[in-house]
């Protein structure tokens, strides 16, 4: 029996160079950041209005990207895909990995970061991001299991067990991601029970869109084929049921919105009214994000090419950014309704819709984030056989 | 690569030569009461401390730690281990009799937590000189690190009161 | 008047005699004796419960509440209430408006049917039931058990959920180093903050800043749960608001004339 798993053992020195790429942009984004904690946060875009910036967008999208990256195994152990086990390692990897960038940014991001410490002692259990702080540690812990589980030889029994309980964590994990938002009852963008269906059904895009862009940088990296052609049409299936269900979500949310009176502005505000998220939603999230990979993904020949995969999992990832943007930012943008059906000025912004321009620093640490959870992926990929084997002709 | 081993012969040379350099200081160091890379903490100008100055060494952090939670959660305000009075003790001047803030290496705090290498994360917060300090104009030069020393006399006479240590913060009395 | 009272016997015990906690205590509790021989003349300060003696807790036996007129309020009256409070606790205008902290703001208000025009003080509203304090990860953002919504800024991280949480937009972050703040009101860099209602100037009896400030009657501080104190009399009497009612958060701070 041929092996199913390799290790990148050969020297490769394109793979190299984006390792130490990632190390580099990852020393930058880090430099970002101890500028950011050293003045405060001064030197970013964020204010006492919009007081989650683009580091926090990078985050949550890395977040719920992370969930999503764990489809391929839980596709394999949990509904018996067997056709997917020779990426379940690699899929696992990515999981924790980018969840990990993830958490570095939004740590990083912390006007405290020094008090990490504070955060793991002291618990309010009824915050949803306190329990979102176990979500995310228990992911790393289980999935961690998980990969030992797929690994050790000693352990596969445990395999469908940890498999399921890590599926079932992701989904909790989602839900309380999205439940950050959907708490917040004075939001009018956020408050909605809905926040968590469209954060997981995000995360099967994005997480997936992950994981195939690794894939296709790997089949570069090495030349080696690692895709067959019955896997790629599969993944090009899985990705329209995808699409389809995160628009399903983004539409509900939207309609049950506008037919409630007191909502109708901010969707105005954010569909309509030409502001900057008005251009990301429909240019972005809709467009990019949705229709365009659609369209390339329903043509069966391109749509299942590594060529049309590849177009359409970078196309999802820019969408889903432009989509989490929107989120995070459109919705804090909308002023809060103090005194509805009154007209509201003030020296602290109320009434108006607020201004947000990233800062440089910003951008810098949340790219880091992403270069983190890419590097931890790379040399996951040099120190252990997480990758899939190549495939051969016949197969 | 001959260099290479040369360089690093020397930096371990260098090292060990520097180690014992250390070590032998240090062991003359230890021999005379007061050597001066050890902590100099100035004097208190508020007479007694609310703790023996032996206990309130080892304990000061559990003890400031015990009344923040009861200041601010009970909103207990009494004065004892209070941060507030101890920094209206510990105020130190400089030359143009000014207290000093956390900035300044003279501060009571940073003369021991500078040399255990503590970080002190009270003055991120809190303001790190008395607030009447600020009020007054400030007299003449005169209240500097080494006259503190006489400024205990307050203490001995019994006056600790806050009148006079808001007086001598304000720099009216010396 | 036994606040007053007190306050004169503290500042002259300074004068005359060393800070003794034990004398301090005696002393204590001999102004509690005098509470309970005299009830009725000695028990209020201003209408309103005893002083609380400096080492006792607070208790849930009081709830501080404050009633808002608009109606007396002009746009310098509600400047004058937020200098009040920017020198009681330290706070100011840098000129940056988007990252400077403000803990009481100036709202104004225009109701677009009928074009009246008017403005009120807008700050924390000390809601029984706090969305800050609900959503803080580590417990920073609390509630005193007298009500009032304080952050503890010893371990408070500065994710800012709270102020992604709060309906009022009562509050800030710190966006700056900042240096030489009010002993009573530690304020600092990468945490956030917002009005404590005085807080130090409640627990010995006083009233909040912004309440001395504001033109007479247009403030109302008290303690809600005490039937005879004239905010609570007030509320009973007159036809009160509460910002955001819907969201049925039962905030501290009640408004007239809205």
């Not at chain 2, 290496?105 to 600020?134: G, K, N, Q, T, W």
């Amino acid at each position: 029996m041929a092996e199913t798993y390799r290790q990148l053992r050969e020297y490769n020195y394109g793979f190299n160079i984006l390792l130490v790429l990632h190390v580099l942009i990852i020393a930058i984004g880090l430099g970002a950041a101890f500028y950011m904690e050293h003045n405060g946060h001064v030197v970013t875009g964020m204010n006492n209005q919009i007081v989650w910036g683009l580091p926090h967008v990078f985050a949550v999208f890395l977040i719920v990207s992370a969930s999503g990256a764990l489809n391929l195994a839980s596709a394999s152990s949990v509904f018996s895909k067997l056709a997917y086990k020779r990426f379940a390692r690699l899929s696992a990897i990515l999981a924790i990995a980018l969840l990990i960038g993830g958490l570095v940014v939004l740590l990083l991001d912390l006007g405290r970061p020094d008090r990490l410490i504070v955060a793991m002692t002291h618990y309010n259990f009824k915050s949803i991001f306190a329990w979102n702080i176990i979500l995310y540690t228990g992911f790393i812990t289980i999935v961690g299991i998980y990969l030992w589980t797929m690994m050790d030889k000693t352990v596969t029994r445990f395999n469908k067990a940890a498999g399921w309980g890590a599926f079932i964590w992701r989904i909790i994990l989602t839900t309380g991601t999205g439940s950050i938002f959907g708490f917040l009852v004075a939001r009018e963008a956020y408050d909605a029970a809905i926040m968590a269906p469209l954060f997981i059904s995000s995360s099967f895009v994005y997480g997936m869109a992950f994981t195939v862009w690794v894939l296709i940088t790997m089949c570069q990296a090495t030349g080696h084929r690692l895709l067959t052609q019955g896997v790629s049409e599969k993944l090009r299936e899985l990705f329209i049921i995808f699409i389809a269900a995160m628009l399903y979500f983004t539409l509900v949310h939207h309609l049950t919105n506008l037919y409630a009176a007191e909502h109708i502005g901010v969707e105005r505000y954010i569909l309509w009214s030409g502001s900057v998220f008005t251009w990301l939603f429909w240019g972005g999230h809709v467009f990019l994000g949705t229709v365009l990979p659609l369209l390339i993904l329903m043509k069966s020949d391109f749509g299942s090419s590594r060529a049309g995969l590849t177009f359409s999992s970078i196309l999802m990832l820019l969408g889903g950014m432009a989509h989490t943007y929107v989120i995070i930012i459109g919705g804090q943008s909308y002023p809060l309704s103090l005194f509805p059906g009154m007209g509201v000025t003030s020296t602290f912004q109320d009434g108006v819709y607020a201004n947000y321009m990233p800062t440089m620093p910003e951008l810098l640490l949340g790219l880091a984030g992403v270069s983190m959870a890419m590097f931890i992926v790379g040399f996951a990929l040099k120190i252990l056989p997480f990758l899939p084997a190549p495939v051969t002709e016949n197969q | 690569m001959k260099i290479v081993l040369i360089m690093q012969k020397l930096i371990i040379t260098l090292l060990g030569v520097a180690f014992i350099g250390v070590s032998l200081l240090a062991s003359v160091g230890q021999a005379s009461a007061q050597p001066e890379w050890m902590p100099n903490p100035p004097k208190a100008i508020g007479g007694q401390c609310d703790l023996d100055p032996k206990e309130m060494r080892k304990t000061h952090m559990t003890l400031l730690d015990h009344k923040r939670d009861q200041t601010m959660r009970d909103g207990i305000r009494t004065k004892k281990y209070s941060l507030k009075k101890c920094i209206a003790c510990h105020a130190v001047k400089d030359k143009s009799n000014k207290c000093v803030t956390v900035k300044d290496e003279r501060h009571f705090c940073r003369s021991c937590h500078d040399y255990a290498a503590v970080r002190i994360d009270c003055f991120d917060c809190h303001a790190s000189r008395p607030e009447d300090s600020l009020n007054k104009a400030t007299k003449a030069a005169g209240n500097s690190h080494d006259k503190l020393a006489g400024l205990s006399s307050i203490g001995k006479t019994g006056d600790t009161t806050d009148t006079t240590l808001r007086r001598f913060i304000a720099g009216e009395v010396k | 008047m036994i606040s007053l009272k007190q306050g004169q016997i503290e500042a002259g015990e300074h004068k005359t005699a060393p800070v003794d906690e034990a004398g301090r205590r005696k002393f204590l509790k001999g102004s509690a004796a005098a509470l309970a021989l005299a009830p009725g003349m000695t028990l209020f300060a201003y209408g309103e419960a005893i002083t609380k003696p400096a080492e006792q807790a607070v208790t849930t036996k009081s709830r501080w509440g404050l009633l808002i007129d608009a109606a007396k309020f002009s746009d310098e009256d509600v400047d004058a209430c937020v200098k009040a409070c920017q020198d009681e606790n330290g706070w100011r205008d840098t000129g940056k408006p988007m990252t400077d902290a403000q803990w009481i703001r100036r709202v104004n208000l225009k109701n677009k049917k009928t074009d009246e025009q008017f403005s009120l003080p807008m700050m924390c509203q000390h809601c029984a039931e706090a969305p800050c304090v609900d959503v803080c990860p580590t417990g920073a953002s609390f509630k005193r058990k007298d009500g009032i919504v304080l952050v503890d800024k010893h371990i408070c991280i500065g994710c800012r959920y709270c102020m992604m949480a709060c309906p009022y937009k009562a509050r800030s972050f710190v966006h700056e180093h900042i240096e030489d703040q009010k002993e009573h009101a530690p304020r600092g860099i990468g945490t956030v903050e917002s009005c404590t209602m005085c807080v130090h100037l409640v627990d010995e009896g006083k009233e909040p800043a912004c309440v001395k400030a504001a033109p007479e009657g247009a403030m109302v501080f008290g303690d809600l749960n005490d039937k005879t104190s004239k905010l609570a009399q007030l509320i009973k009497s007159v036809a009160t608001q509460q910002v955001r009612a819907d969201l049925n958060l039962d905030p501290g701070v009640r408004y007239r004339n809205i």
